[in-house]
């Protein structure tokens, strides 16, 4: 048997451990993984000279943005920009113009991806105004519903607790999971219009403006709306002491309860927002390095089942507004992403297995994408080379994103995505784009 692409002479991530072997890719799926002397013939063969193959990375929290804000970010730039940054599978976040949260809407993001990308790219929604809807998008393949509850987006009052509890017996039943944004929208409003009303406008107010009491409060309201119900809740982008202990306990008292962090929340804090300026400023804002010091000792602790990019692009007129109060909240971060993690592999405070784990089997498993998260026979041949030695800075100017900043433009990192193949083909090598925009899959749930 002559299969499509062999690589070998590699160590392979199989099974939390490296392997010194090589990946037999046929017909977009892992064939085989073998000794290099046991890999079967094949029509184009690369040496990877010993460098490290982990699993493609799953980024559960992006935002593709396209149509009304294509300005921002489109499909064709949010996929460049997540295979060049090692990620091969995103998945998308519904608050677009217009929200994906019915299924005209879901069915409209699904054909505009059509020729346009680079990775593998699955959709949440908002809640539709009609609940009659949800069993329509769940057929239709959403990988989750997603709900703000520090804004009013979807169909739904995000206010009423009744209305929640009914929309989390649905997702139960439908068999869903529920990703949430938990910061509680009163709290900052009343805060905002209090220091709007001093005259405040400097990077503390707008601290301020977000504290933590905010995320904790809306986590323990989402905790209790769920103990009602066997719903699977997934907190997004957790950021606080507070916060994530109510998870722990939800954990702990056996709900269906899972939670990510953002590398930014991890390696940025409040303290520091002044020297980062503007391209820093984002929701749940940054915290103090207690806090940031909690989030580690989650992760470390396997409290956290997730880390995701949060990948929040703007332009950059949006970006550089002259008031606190006026910059679009959101980074650009799907390319420093595996860049910064690596990073901290190399300087020891992760390891690659916690990495791995983190970035593609625990997101694969949380919102069941079928065959893939993992490097085995079988599955979808989704993976990221690394150099694990390469130094380099930080260029954002280089980004393929549109959004061309970051807060961690111009650090020193160790550790770097040299190749990235999305079922079974090469889309990108030593950060240049190889492959055409059609390499990238719908990912829908429930199907393979
Ligand atoms: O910083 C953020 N940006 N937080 C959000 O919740 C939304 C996001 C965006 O869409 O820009
Ligand atoms: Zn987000």
């Known amino acids: 048997m002559t299969v499509d692409t ?27 993984i073998a000794k290099t002397p046991n890999l079967p013939q094949a029509s184009r063969k690369m040496n990877l000279d010993g460098k490290i193959v982990i699993p493609g990375l ?36 519904p608050n677009n113009r217009p929200i994906t949260m019915d299924i005209y809407t879901l069915k409209e993001r699904m054909r505009l991806t059509r020729g346009r990308i680079f990775v593998n790219v699955g959709f949440y929604s908002a809640f539709p105004e009609n609940s009659m809807e949800i069993p329509l998008l769940v057929k239709e393949g959403v990988i989750g519903f997603k709900l703000f509850l520090n804004a009013q987006i979807g169909g739904i009052n995000v206010e009423n607790d009744e209305t929640l509890l009914e929309m989390l017996q649905t997702l139960s039943r439908a068999g869903v999971p529920l990703a949430v944004h938990a910061e509680d929208k009163r709290l900052i409003e009343k805060k905002k219009e209090e220091l709007q009303k001093m005259g405040r406008h400097d990077f503390q107010a707008y601290i301020e403006a977000h504290p933590p009491k905010a995320e904790e409060k809306a986590v323990k309201r989402m905790v209790e709306l769920t103990k009602k119900t066997d719903a699977q809740v997934h907190f997004c982008h957790v950021s606080s002491e507070k916060g994530l202990e109510v998870v722990r306990k939800a954990k702990n008292d056996g709900l269906l309860v899972t939670c990510e962090v953002t590398p930014h929340h991890l390696l940025l804090s409040a303290e520091d927002l002044e020297e980062y300026g503007a391209f820093a400023v984002t929701t749940p804002s940054l915290r103090t390095k207690q806090n940031v010091e909690a989030l580690w000792k989650g992760l470390k602790n396997g409290w956290v089942d997730i880390l995701a990019s949060d990948h929040a692009p703007h332009s950059i007129k949006e970006k550089t507004a002259n008031s606190i109060w006026k910059i679009k909240p959101g980074i650009s971060g799907i390319e420093t992403f595996l860049p910064l993690m690596l990073n901290e592999v190399n300087s020891g405070r992760l390891t690659l297995e916690e990495l791995v784990k983190l970035t593609s089997e625990n997101p694969a498993k949380v919102f069941q994408l079928k065959f893939r998260g ?75």
Request: aromatic share 10%; glycine share 10%.
């Open 6 to 32: 062999v690589l070998y002479n590699g160590k392979i991530f199989v099974n939390g451990k490296l392997l010194e072997a090589g990946i037999a890719i046929n017909e977009e799926k892992i064939y085989r």
């Open 58 to 93: 799953i980024d559960v929290h992006v935002h593709l943005r396209d149509e009304g804000k294509a300005y921002k970010e489109d499909f064709h730039t949010g996929t460049l920009a997540a295979a060049a940054g090692g990620v091969t599978t995103v998945l998308d976040m």
């Open 374 to 448: 993992l490097l085995k026979e079988g599955f979808y041949a989704d993976l990221t080379i690394i150099d694990i030695h390469a130094e380099y800075r930080i260029d954002a100017s280089k980004f393929y994103s549109k959004a061309k900043y970051s807060p961690f433009n111009g650090w020193r990192i160790k550790g770097k995505p040299i190749k990235t193949f999305v079922n079974g083909e090469l889309v990108m090598e030593d950060g240049e784009i190889t492959a055409k925009p059609h390499t990238g899959k719908l990912v829908r749930r429930g199907y393979p």
